[in-house]
């Protein structure tokens, strides 16, 4: 299951809000699924959902933390040239 995570942080990772149905097409998973990861999520307050209307987007805190690691990669990649 942690790589169907990761592909839904990566299409929430822009900190806007996504419908479930969109990131369904863009992970090639089913709907049903991505409700079930985002609800586990949402539990543990890494996004926010909104259930009525079938939307998420990260935390502010989650967003920030993806951010710092990615800089942290982009670092390394730079220093195993």
């Given at each position: 299951?942690l790589?169907q995570?990761?592909e839904i942080?990566?299409v929430?990772?822009?900190g806007?809000?996504h419908?479930?149905?969109?990131?369904?097409?863009?992970?090639h998973l089913?709907e049903?699924k991505?409700?079930?990861?985002?609800g586990f999520?949402?539990q543990y307050?890494f996004?926010?959902?909104?259930?009525?209307?079938?939307?998420?987007?990260?935390?502010?805190?989650?967003?920030?933390?993806?951010?710092?690691?990615?800089e942290?990669e982009d670092?390394e990649?730079?220093?195993?040239?």
């Amino acid at each position: 299951m942690l790589p169907q995570i990761d592909e839904i942080l990566d299409v929430l990772k822009n900190g806007k809000w996504h419908d479930i149905r969109e990131i369904s097409e863009k992970t090639h998973l089913r709907e049903r699924k991505v409700e079930m990861i985002t609800g586990f999520l949402a539990q543990y307050h890494f996004i926010e959902l909104n259930r009525k209307e079938r939307k998420t987007r990260l935390t502010q805190p989650l967003q920030e933390f993806l951010r710092r690691v990615q800089e942290l990669e982009d670092k390394e990649k730079v220093r195993a040239r």
